[in-house]
């Protein structure tokens, strides 16, 4: 992993990924009053070039961020035509923005797993009787009917800055 502190010509420490990843495993939210302290915001490509972004479900789950969505949404033909997205979320004395590709998960075993992560969460989902993906008693209307596809953005890079003391502005690539 290349660690760029983009806070150094501040005096800022670099910050510190595992304690970050540590965080994002344990669900962290910035504070249990803070406004928007679930949203997760994804960044995919419109077809012409233009950027879009929206709210998302998503969880980090074995290293990387997993969103789920119908095949005829605008995020799912962005990323169906191009995987490069971004995820922005906010988490205990943090802002995280991960950026890498998302592909598209039909494993049975891999499914089975993050739909399990998402019911332990509050939203009841299961792999659907296809295996290409998981439906669930409900869900964001725009999302069409299910079953819907599930991605997985692995880390390429991200960055993180610090919102407590000393602070920090660190750049990960992976």
């Known amino acids: 992993m290349e660690i760029i502190n983009l806070g150094e010509t501040d005096g800022l420490p670099p910050v510190n990924w595992a304690a970050i990843a540590d965080k994002l495993d344990a669900g962290s939210a910035p504070a249990a009053d803070a406004m928007n302290a679930r949203t997760t915001w994804l960044s995919t ?9 929206t709210p998302v479900g998503a969880l980090w789950l074995d290293g990387a961020f997993w969103f789920q969505t119908g095949a005829r949404t605008r995020k799912g033909r962005n990323v169906a035509r191009d995987p490069r997205c971004s995820i922005a979320v906010s988490i205990q004395d943090a802002d995280v923005v991960v950026e890498g590709e998302a592909v598209r998960i039909t494993e049975t075993g891999a499914l089975t797993r993050v739909a399990k992560a998402w019911a332990d969460n509050g939203w009841p989902a299961e792999p659907d009787d296809s295996g290409q993906g998981i439906t669930a008693p409900f869900n964001a209307p725009s999302q069409g009917p299910p079953p819907w596809n599930v991605y997985r953005i692995e880390p390429r890079s991200a960055i993180v800055i610090l919102s407590m003391e000393p602070g920090g502005l660190t750049r990960f690539r992976f």
């Open 45 to 53: 490509i419109n077809e012409d070039g233009s950027p879009h972004v």
